[in-house]
T-cell receptor, first 115, second 111 residues
Framework: KAGVTQTPRYLIKTRGQQVTLSCSPI?????VSWYQQTPGQGLQFLFE???????NKGNFPGRFSGRQFSNSRSEMNVSTLELGDSALYLC??????????????FGPGTRLTVL | DAKTTQPTSMDCAEGRAANLPCNHS???????VYWYRQIHSQGPQYIIH???NNETNEMASLIITEDRKSSTLILPHATLRDTAVYYC????????????FGKGTLLTVNP
C-alpha cells in the first residue's frame, strides 16, 4: 500500500509570493491534516480536513489555507510569503473509523525555503 | 490536549532497553497517550498508544501509571535505527486530529 505522498519535496520562493503544496493520502483515508515544523516552534498543527470540510484548525494567520477534494487529496496554500514561513510542511492522513483511536500516517514533507 | 514533559535527550547502548519517560499530570480521563517518533528529516511515525492499561506491539511497550500522570515508552532492544526524537502526546481521539507536539526526547542509540 502506498504511503502518504507530498509534492513537491523541495520548493524555493521569494517573499510576497504564494505557494501551493499537495498531499495525496493513503488510499481509503479520508482525514488529512497539515503541520508546520520549524527549528524554533517545532511541529505545529495547521488544520485538518475530512470529507472536503475543514474540521479542526490551529492557530495560524489567514494566509494559510487549505482544501480537500472529493478523492481526499488535499492542498494547502500560503499567500504573501514571509521569511518565517520557511519550514518543513508535513501532511498526515488517517482512516477515521469513528473510533476513539486515530493513528496518523505522515508523509515525507515539503521543504519550503522563502528568500 | 494535555501538556506533556519529557527529558530533552537520552542515550542508550545498542541492544539494551531504552526507557523514555513522559509526565502528563494534566491529562484528562478521556485522553489517550500517544507516542510518535521522528527520524531525522522524515515525517513522524506512530509507535503506540494507550488509555489506562499497559500496551505492547511489535515496536514497543507502553507503561502507564495507575494515576495516569506519567508513562514510559520501552524499546526492548534498541538499534541504531531507533535514534530519533520521540514525542509523547495526549489526545482525546475521536474527531480530534490535532496532535500537539512538544519538544520531545532525542534518543541516541550508541554502538
Amino acid at each position: 500500500k502506498a504511503g502518504v505522498t507530498q509534492t513537491p519535496r523541495y520548493l524555493i520562493k521569494t517573499r510576497g509570493q504564494q505557494v501551493t503544496l499537495s498531499c495525496s493520502p493513503i488510499s481509503g483515508h479520508r482525514s488529512v491534516s497539515w503541520y508546520q515544523q520549524t527549528p524554533g516552534q517545532g511541529l505545529q498543527f495547521l488544520f485538518e480536513y475530512f470529507s472536503e470540510t475543514q474540521r479542526n484548525k490551529g492557530n495560524f494567520p489567514g494566509r494559510f489555507s487549505g482544501r480537500q477534494f472529493s478523492n481526499s487529496r488535499s492542498e494547502m496554500n500560503v499567500s504573501t510569503l514571509e521569511l518565517g514561513d520557511s519550514a518543513l510542511y508535513l501532511c498526515a492522513s488517517s482512516l477515521n473509523t469513528g473510533s476513539a483511536y486515530n493513528e496518523q500516517f505522515f508523509g515525507p514533507g515539503t521543504r519550503l525555503t522563502v528568500l | 490536549d494535555a501538556k506533556t514533559t519529557q527529558p530533552t535527550s537520552m542515550d542508550c547502548a545498542e541492544g539494551r532497553a531504552a526507557n523514555l519517560p513522559c509526565n502528563h499530570s494534566t491529562i484528562s480521563g478521556n485522553e489517550y497517550v500517544y507516542w510518535y517518533r521522528q527520524i531525522h528529516s522524515q515525517g513522524p511515525q506512530y509507535i503506540i498508544h494507550g488509555l489506562k492499561n499497559n500496551e505492547t506491539n511489535e515496536m514497543a511497550s507502553l507503561i502507564i501509571t495507575e494515576d495516569r500522570k506519567s508513562s514510559t515508552l520501552i524499546l526492548p532492544h534498541a538499534t541504531l535505527r531507533d535514534t530519533a526524537v520521540y514525542y509523547c502526546i495526549g489526545n482525546s481521539g475521536g474527531s480530534n486530529y490535532k496532535l500537539t507536539f512538544g519538544k520531545g526526547t532525542l534518543l541516541t542509540v550508541n554502538p
